[in-house]
């Protein structure tokens, strides 16, 4: 299966269920913003992912999107300040 990047944002209401969700996203994804996430992974792997997510959150308190963002639109994306290593194939432009 191929892997394709998503973007992982979240909103989260309490500290304690932020901190797991922003150690699971820590471990499978690059950090690039406050609460902005970019992860390389397969549809299986996102799935699996969406999973653990479901399980830490409170979807009446809490939000969080999996947007995928296809391999044209990776090669153009445009991040301008601090920002560290992406997963795959991008552009970044400081």
């Known amino acids: 299966m191929q892997r394709r990047l998503h973007l992982v944002a979240y909103d989260i209401t309490c500290p304690k269920r932020w901190r797991r969700l922003f150690g699971l996203l820590k471990r499978r994804g690059a950090h690039r913003q ?10 299986l792997g996102i799935q699996a992912l969406a999973v653990e997510i479901a399980a830490i959150i409170d979807p009446a308190k809490d939000a969080v999107l999996i947007a995928p963002i296809d391999q044209e639109a990776s090669t153009r994306l ?4 601090i920002s560290g290593p992406m997963p795959g194939p991008v552009i970044v432009v400081m």
Not at 34 to 43: H, Q
Request: charged fraction near 20%; charge should be negative.
């Open 34 to 43: 406050l609460s902005v996430f970019i992860v390389l992974a397969d549809r």
């Open 78 to 81: 445009i991040e301008i300040g």
